[in-house]
């Protein structure tokens, strides 16, 4: 729960605007975008922004542009549990979840960084045991960890590297520091190279031998980074900002 999304949510429904099936929960769903989207609109109208009047509006902005506001992970998606770190992947898949990526991960981010939330709940994978239905994200190192991943890298090749045609991007890379850090703050979760690292750095920095996995040893957006541990590095500084 955000309080500040709360608190501007209970000025919502005081003004009339209606959040009827949630309410001020402080969390930013459908319907509080829905109201909020309202409001503004209601706000344009008083400012006499409507299309009669087209030159007072801004410029439109262009279809290129990316909404870079940071997301907020519904509470529901992250019940108690007892988690010790975060192993962050890409899919090898499309640029959008399929079912099957749905099944393997807690949490995904898609392309245009729109979350998505995978089948199993992150409390199956809880300590001390993993229970029925737990995401299988990483071999033996499930229990306690939660399985966040990106959408994208079908037909990726190693070396010599080829992205493939479903790249990941720098809008998923950036927004997964959003959704690492969230879940660290929601699981007291301290950020190291064993508790917040690539399914790439998992044989190297906790010692459970994976077999070949190299996500995320290159980013497809900047060439300037590579290697497992320097990009694990990069993503862990990033989230370290943000708590």
């Not at 099957?100 to 809880?126: F, Q, T």
């Not at 190299?214 to 993503?235: E, N, V």
């Amino acid at each position: 729960m955000n309080p500040t999304l709360q608190k501007t949510q209970k000025r919502m429904l005081l003004l009339g605007f209606s959040l009827p099936k949630y309410g001020a929960d402080g969390d930013y769903g459908k319907e509080a975008d829905d109201a909020f989207n309202s409001a503004l609109d209601e706000l344009e109208k008083l400012r006499g922004l409507v299309a009669s009047h087209p030159t007072s509006l801004p410029p439109a902005v262009p279809t290129t542009s990316i909404d870079t506001r940071e997301k907020v992970i519904p509470s529901a998606w992250m019940p108690d549990a007892t988690i010790t770190g975060i192993v962050f992947h890409w899919t090898a898949g499309q640029n959008k979840a399929s079912d099957l990526d749905r099944s393997h991960y807690h949490l995904l981010i898609e392309g245009d960084g729109k979350h998505v939330r995978g089948v199993p709940s992150i409390d199956l994978n809880s300590l001390p045991k993993a229970k029925s239905g737990y995401a299988a994200h990483t071999l033996n190192c499930n229990t306690g960890f939660i399985g966040v991943s990106l959408c994208g890298m079908a037909g990726a090749i190693e070396i010599p590297f080829s992205a493939g045609k479903q790249p990941i991007t720098r809008v998923q890379w950036d927004e997964l520091s959003n959704v690492l850090a969230q879940l660290c703050k929601r699981y007291g979760i301290k950020v190291s190279r064993e508790t917040v690292l690539s399914h790439a750095e998992v044989q190297t920095n906790l010692g459970i031998k994976q077999k070949g996995k190299w996500d995320i040893a290159r980013l497809p957006f900047d060439g300037s980074i590579q290697g497992a541990i320097a990009i694990g590095d990069h993503m862990r500084a990033m989230v370290q900002s943000k708590l």
